[in-house]
């Protein structure tokens, strides 16, 4: 169906596609405004970007929601990696029905209903085991959980669609299974993993609601920061802040996306080459 | 050894994320349902645990049915709910009347305009979602764009009063959860064969019953698991209508929330999340079959 969409379709699509961009825009034009006040433009300036250099309360929550989401997208691609060659190759085992149910909860669940079941579990953990104490571990063994059901559904999808007939070869001249899968389909999973990998951290670095309830006393993300700030309105210098994460991520992404696609069209290009 | 690996193998990479999502994610259920049936007391942790030991060691297990019973003799939680239920079904129903056409147009377009039209969808997706709320403010507000470009144009005299009311807490919701409708639409619109539509056009059906008979029946996944993403995430929505809303937009989010950090009701927190938890398993359960089927096909 790549017949040209009516110019009614078109116009519905780009209205909703400027929907989705223009409050961004604007906060990015107004985190440039030299006026404190957020209504009146009071000509160009940089200086919110200067101040947040020496606001050492959103430093560290950056560098505390940096370090979580390293560690976090780390351990989720490992596990849910893991998780989506089970569902994809395993077609029959015990918890398979139970493994799908987990990794598609996770989802859609309201973020409060998990964050208050993980605080009473940490909270009950830590009255029998004296472990673990609320703050950098809880958050990241909280974030886990949910980016791992991220990276499942990802690389699952993924999965679905490998061709099996090289890792059959690779095994048919005599590699094990393990060997035999990391040479051939691992390599073609690889963009899989790698956007997954980026899709956890900008999701961990982006969580506010479970942060909160299992984070610790003197442990607050960045999101747990900014939210504290936007609740008393907008203020000029979150403006500035919440543009910089925004272009950040938007250029990781944009970077990945353009990554991703060359090495993809060059590997269908070697693919196409050795079946000459 | 080898046998060994080969009999148990698959085990091993069954096992660390079953166990991981059972201990982090599914049991934590247990606990809140243990801590629902448990007294409140002032204490740390603010609740009497529901298994005690008496003197000489014996168990003693006492549950406390209070807090459900609690739950529907107070008015809030009831309404509460059932407010929440109605705003995520009316912006359900808005995402899929906006995110429908827009999926079907980028479904239609060509194989290099779909990368990047998917492409511009995803990216607000990626890019924070507090941040995007706080963006919208900066629309909506007294002195925000909206007000500022109506006024100019002269459709109205005096600023509208958006924020605050439940019209932003639906402009949020449909702002932010729109690209959750179109991913999961465009999929199955992408999928459809076109062959059966110009069969239709060929017996001489018009194209807004081809539309109607062919089309909307065979994108029901989509509609099913894209309506799901917004309904299910929309109704315990706590962001949303605590930096939007007014003081009148009680979801049920911002009652837990409340329950939880204000009155430091742990047992009754619990016990409104069992209770919401319980009433999301058949939108969830429908949501897992229907994105299975579409993972699958």
Redesign the interface.
Known sequence: ?????SP???S??WI??A??????L??IA?SFNASAL??VWGGFSTSWYTALVHNDQVLDAAWLSLQVGVVVSSAAV???T??A??LVR?TR?R?RL?????????????????G???L??F??ML?VMGWPHRGFLTIC??H???C??YV??TV??RL?NVDRSLEEAAMDLGSG?VRAFLDTTLPAIMPALASSW??SF?LS??D??ISS?VSGPGASTL?MV??SK??LG?TPD??AL?SL??CA??AC??LA?VIM?RADRRRTLDMQLAER | MTGFLRAY??WL??L???L???V??????G??LK?SLSETALSV?PFRDVLQFSADGHPHLSLNFDNFRYLFTDEVYGLSYLYSLKTAFFSTLVCLL??Y??A????????SMQ?I?L??????F???????V??????I?E???LNTALLWLGVIHQPLQIMHTTAAVYLGII?SY??FM?LPLFAT??K?D?SL?EAAADLGSPPWRSFIDVTLPLSMPGIIAGS??VF??A?????IP??LGGPDNLMI?RV??DE?FGNRD?PV??AV?IA??VL?VG??AL??HY??KQ??A
Do not use: C
């Open positions: 169906m790549h017949d040209r969409p009614l379709l078109l519905v699509l909703g596609i929907i989705l961009y223009v409050p961004i604007v906060l107004y957020v209504s490992v596990l849910g893991l998780a060659i089970s395993f085992f918890g139970l493994l799908t149910g987990m990794v598609n909860a996770p989802l859609v669940m309201p973020e409060i209903v998990t208050i079941t993980q009473l579990l909270i009950s009255h063994i909280a886990i959980a949910f791992t059901a499942t559904v699952q999808s679905y299974p980026l899709l900008t670095l982006d506010l609601v309830f999101p900014i939210f936007v609740k907008v979150i403006n919440a994460i925004i991520v938007g992404v944009i996306g696609r | 193998g698959k990479i069954i660390p994320p079953l991981y999502l059972l982090f994610f599914l049991i934590p259920f606990f809140a801590i942790p906006v995110g056409p827009m079907y147009a980028i479904a239609r377009s060509s194989k990368n039209l492409l511009i969808i995803i990216l607000p990626w890019t924070s979602f507090l941040l995007r706080y963006a919208l403010e900066g629309i507000r002195t925000g764009l702002y729109l690209p179109v619109l992408e459809l076109h539509l799901m993403l299910i995430p109704i315990g929505e706590f962001v605590t930096l989010g837990l929330w939880f742990w927190a619990s999340a919401f938890l999301l939108p969830i949501y897992q994105s299975t993972l699958e």
